[in-house]
T-cell receptor, first 112, second 110 residues
Framework: KQEVTQIPAALSVPEGENLVLNCSFT??????LQWFRQDPGKGLTSLLL?????REQTSGRLNASLDKSSGRSTLYIAASQPGDSATYLC???????????FGKGTKLTVNP | DVKVTQSSRYLVKRTGEKVFLECVQD?????MFWYRQDPGLGLRLIYF???????EKGDIPEGYSVSREKKERFSLILESASTNQTSMYLC?????????FGPGTRLTVT
């Protein structure tokens, strides 16, 4: 059964810093991996989806990488801003099913 | 842009009441999902549906049922609400690969 871990649970950085969020998974036979952002009390917003055949996906200041062999994905945020403060979650489909397995997220605070 | 809407942002109900949470998506997606999210437990799948009138139990279906009479609408039903069902409820629909989420319903059962 797939398990997804995100460490650390919380991260606080000064504005302008480049940072990396981590996502680890136990079963490397994945179809894709999706990164989400969640603001307090709100739903999830899809940031990036990276297919198993891809190594990277980029959107603006965000870059997601995938290394299936090591069971890791990273979300790189360049030049962080206070508006980036949110919880970031990664999710992977469970086996060949429609179900997503979520990590518990990393709560990011970017201080002005 | 994909839009997933949920009928209420906040809801307060009494123990024993029957509660309906509705979710509508506008992208003709076949797959729709209901999750609940609790501090320390993360997101847990309650039910999902892969077509009209088709449903499958997720990880925590007890105390819930669902209805999918039309492709765009997926309803979550709490047959007899209990205080342990106080939670944030999130609906999602799935396109080719990505899941898209609604804004969530914060349900409080008193």
């Amino acid at each position: 059964k797939q398990e997804v871990t995100q460490i650390p649970a919380a991260l606080s950085v000064p504005e302008g810093e480049n940072l990396v969020l981590n996502c680890s998974f136990t079963d490397s036979a994945i179809y894709n991996l999706q990164w989400f952002r969640q603001d307090p009390g709100k739903g999830l917003t899809s940031l990036l989806l990276i297919q198993s055949s891809q190594r990277e996906q980029t959107s603006g200041r965000l870059n997601a990488s995938l290394d299936k062999s090591s069971g890791r994905s990273t979300l790189y945020i360049a030049a962080s801003q206070p508006g980036d403060s949110a919880t970031y979650l990664c999710a992977i489909p469970q086996g060949g099913s429609e179900k997503l397995v979520f990590g518990k997220g990393t709560k990011l605070t970017v201080n002005p | 842009d994909v839009k997933v809407t949920q009928s209420s942002r906040y809801l307060v109900k009494r123990t024993g009441e029957k509660v309906f949470l509705e979710c509508v998506q506008d992208m003709d997606h076949e797959n729709m999902f209901w999750y609940r999210q609790d501090p320390g437990l993360g997101l847990r799948l309650i039910y999902f549906s892969y077509d009209v009138k088709m449903k499958e139990k997720g990880d925590i279906p007890e105390g819930y049922s669902v209805s999918r009479e039309k492709k765009e609408r997926f309803s979550l039903i709490l047959e007899s609400a209990s205080t342990n069902q106080t939670s944030m409820y999130l609906c999602a629909s799935r396109g080719v690969f990505e899941q898209y989420f609604g804004p969530g319903t914060r349900l409080t059962v008193t």
